[in-house]
Nanobody, 127 residues
């Protein structure tokens, strides 16, 4: 079975940092694109960042450029989302998701293209 397990969320003060982890199992990790998404209360789910085949990354959200980065440890089948300089507007449930990809880019994949989803982890940034 394909499984994605997101973890690492929690409360943090504005300006602080968190690192989220997405542990994947049940598929060949480096044949997939892994994306991070978030959904705030009353808002649609939006893309944050993605990484394709553990190599190249793409920002989905302009608002996180310069603050968030994505990385991959293919040996551990884990993707990380490093979030720095957090703002209250970053408060959301963060999800990781996977889509099979033979490309070294993931910019063309939208929310609906991702096949497998993790359960989400809550990030709450207080001012």
């Amino acid at each position: 079975d394909v499984q994605l397990q997101a973890s690492g969320g929690g409360p943090v003060q504005a300006g602080g940092s968190l690192r989220l982890s997405c542990a994947a199992s049940g598929f060949a990790f480096d044949d997939y694109a892994i994306g991070w998404f978030r959904q705030a209360p009353g808002k649609e789910r939006e893309g944050v960042l993605c990484i394709s085949r553990g190599v190249s990354s793409t920002y989905y959200a302009d608002s996180v450029q310069g603050r968030f980065t994505i990385s991959s440890d293919n040996a551990k089948n884990t993707v990380y989302l490093q979030m720095n300089s957090l703002k209250p507007e970053d408060t959301a449930v963060y999800y990781c998701a996977a889509v099979e990809s033979h490309y070294y880019y993931c910019s063309g994949y939208g929310v609906d293209d991702y096949t497998y989803w993790g359960q989400g982890t809550q990030v709450t940034v207080s001012s």
